[in-house]
Structure formats: C-alpha cells, structure tokens
C-alpha cells in the first residue's frame, strides 16, 4: 500500500516531533503492509514558518530520514509531497515541484475545517487550466460539506480528486466526520485515503483499520495503492461521478406522483 498523506518528517511541521517518533510511526506503517509513504508537509499552513518549508530543506530531511529507515531495516520508501492550506493565486506555485508532486500535475489543497472561501471555485478553476488537478484533502472534515455534501459530487465534476482521511472512518474526528466519510465511500465520490498520520498516538498510521471496515462495500486497492501510484507518476485519475438518490423517491410527492403514473 501506499500511504498518500501524512506529516512522517520529523520536526518540520506539527506532524513527528522526533527522528524516534518517526521510525515509531514507519515500523506501525511496515507492519501494515504500506511500501511508500508519500510525505504532505503543511505549506502555507498558518502552524507552520513558510521560509522552512521549502525544497532543498525538505529533501535533505527526506533524504537523512531514509538513511535511517534503512538503517533500521524498516523497508518502506518516503517519496517528497506538500499540502497546501488555500490561499489566493496557487497558480503562481505551479512551477515550485514541491507543491505539485515534482511533475505539475496534482496539487493536494485542505481548507480551514471552519471556513471555505467564496472564491474557491475560481481558484480550483485556474489550476485546471494550468493543467494541475486539485486534490482536496478531508473534505468530510469541513463544516461547508457538513452543511452541503453536494459539494463534493460538484468538485469531482469540477475535475479535482477526493481524498479522504482514515482517521474520518474510523470515528478518529466524531461521529458527524464518520457519518459524512461513510456517506462519501457509498456513493464512490473518493479517489485516494490517506492516513494523514501525525505522531506515533493517537494519530498514527492506520490505512488498514480503516480498509477492514470499507472493504465489504468497495475494493480499496484503487484508494491506497492504484490511484496514489498514479498521483506519483503524474498519470490521470478516471472518474465516473453520480449523485445520491433523490430522498423524494421515498416521500409523499414522489408516492402521489407514482399513483397518477407520473412516475
Ligand atoms: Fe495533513
């Protein structure tokens, strides 16, 4: 498997605080049976000082952290990814490898969990056009979905990838999270899960609780190993969007409707 997002580098961003901590994580992944995990450091995240996030910092980090998983014998690859907290004009982060997986083909974008702006649409819209597919990261996390899920069968149709925390499903952020996450695996809106793994505690990784419980309903090796193999070559990712069944189809208008053979 592979994971697609987590905050495994140590001492970066608000994800591993030590190199311990890190290999702690790694060894939880191996036996998991996940080979690659890509790293998502925060970029542009208000936790996190924007001038220490930047390419060459974050591949020497990338490149001491796999010295010592090899030292260690943990066999699993760390492959370098960002994501991005939105802001105005991600275009202009579109020639930066760090922000679009190294070939300017993806870019993984999370919102506030309390505020999505008004002017998402446009900027999603231009990053399309640039030729970059946005991933959004956890939607079921916000408040917006919360409030309208119908935005997410809008996103897809928009062109960008859905990706869903394993956290979410395993009730790891509250029930209305779970429920939300559940009700986005039945109607096969997400493309991609990732753990989004912070520590070696309470949020470590956990891909494959969270496919024990899905794997009755849908065929997880698209979510953790095709389609994040295909974010990493810069392949695209097919999808095949459907909205959710008109509740009315159980009410009295549709009843009424049905009698008159209006239906
Ligand atoms: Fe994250």
Request: include cysteine; proline fraction near 4%.
């Amino acid at each position: 498997m592979i994971d697609f997002h987590n905050h495994v580098l140590p001492n970066v961003d608000d994800g591993s605080k030590s190199l311990k901590m890190s290999l702690n994580m790694l060894k939880s992944a191996a036996a998991q049976g996940i080979t690659d995990v890509i790293n998502t450091v925060h970029y542009f995240h208000p936790k996190v000082k924007d001038g220490e996030i930047t390419l060459n910092n974050i591949l020497e980090k990338t490149g001491l952290l796999q010295n010592e998983i090899d030292k260690h014998s943990i066999p699993i690859k760390i492959h370098c990814g960002s994501e991005i907290f939105f802001r105005p004009n991600l275009v202009e982060l579109k020639n930066d490898p760090l922000a679009t997986f190294f070939h300017g083909k993806y870019m993984l974008i999370e919102f506030d969990l309390f505020q999505i702006p008004s002017t998402y649409k446009q900027e999603l819209f231009n990053l399309k056009m640039e030729g970059i597919t946005p991933i959004i990261a956890h939607p079921e996390r916000y408040q917006a979905i919360h409030r309208n899920i119908n935005i997410i069968p809008n996103l897809l149709e928009a062109g960008c990838i859905i990706q869903l925390d394993a956290g979410s499903l395993l009730g790891h952020f509250g029930s209305k999270v779970k429920l939300i996450a559940d009700r986005i695996i039945k109607n096969r809106w997400c493309q991609i899960i990732g753990s989004d793994s912070h520590n070696d505690r309470r949020r470590n990784f956990c891909l494959n609780a969270a496919i024990d419980l899905i794997n009755n309903r849908i065929d997880p090796k698209q979510l953790v190993i095709e389609n994040p193999r295909k974010v990493l070559n810069g392949e695209e990712i097919l999808v095949d969007v459907h909205y959710e069944e008109i509740k009315e189809k159980q009410g009295i208008i549709y009843q009424i409707k049905s009698k008159m053979g209006l239906k």
